[in-house]
């Protein structure tokens, strides 16, 4: 029996590790005043009739705090990247000097960074509903070992232990919500 409440553990752990991951993926969507090329990363450009991701087809890099270069690999895309960043309604204004795009990341007013902030911590409130599933997950399967028979003591040590999963899941999940409204609120 033990083994299988291992499994449930892990289960609920690899759960909370994903919703981890996921919030890490939208934390870097959110920009915090400095030039990142993941700040393109939802660009498609129409590549031949496909909509393709913009890293695909051409080199985007960070000049500096305030600027991005984007290179497409082919000249003939060039007009075509430019619009697909415009489309992309991103707030970024595109300059096509026949070489390559350059872009000035404006900096964040003040009410930009609340709002923002507000973002990144809406999707931290998300990574914890997923931590929070994976909670219930895991105790409604402990419930059913119990039902088949687990004893009381078992029970009770196996939902200690997902609490302690969680916990340490929701802290982390603070951690790095507290450093991303840092980074942003940074001026």
């Known amino acids: 029996m033990n083994e299988e409440i291992q499994f ?3 289960s609920a752990k690899e759960a909370m590790e994903s919703a981890m991951v996921h919030l890490d993926n939208q934390l870097q ?8 090329p993941l700040m393109l990363s939802s660009v498609k450009v129409d ?11 051409a080199n985007v890099s960070a000049i500096d ?15 075509e ?5 415009i489309n992309a ?10 070489e390559l795009i350059m872009i000035n990341v404006p900096a964040l007013t003040e009410e930009r960074r609340r709002d923002l902030s507000k973002q990144a911590k809406a999707e931290g409130e998300h990574a914890k509903v997923g931590i929070r599933n994976a909670r219930k997950d895991a105790n409604d399967e ?13 029970t009770k040590d196996a ?5 302690k999963i969680t916990d340490t899941f929701v802290a982390k999940i603070d951690a790095l919500i507290g450093a991303k409204e840092k980074d942003i609120m940074t001026v």
């Open 81 to 85: 990247t430019e619009r697909a960043i």
């Open 159 to 163: 939902e200690a232990s997902v609490q």
């Open 47 to 57: 590549y031949y009739g496909t909509l393709t991701p913009l890293q695909q087809v």
């Open 89 to 98: 309604n991103l707030g970024l204004n595109p300059q096509n000097n026949g």
């Open 65 to 79: 705090g305030r600027t991005l270069s984007i290179q497409p690999w082919e000249k003939s895309i060039l007009e």
């Open 142 to 154: 402990i419930k059913k070992l119990k039902d088949n028979g687990l004893s009381e003591d078992l």
């Open 8 to 10: 449930i553990l892990d």
């Open 29 to 36: 969507k959110i920009r915090a005043g400095k030039a990142t």
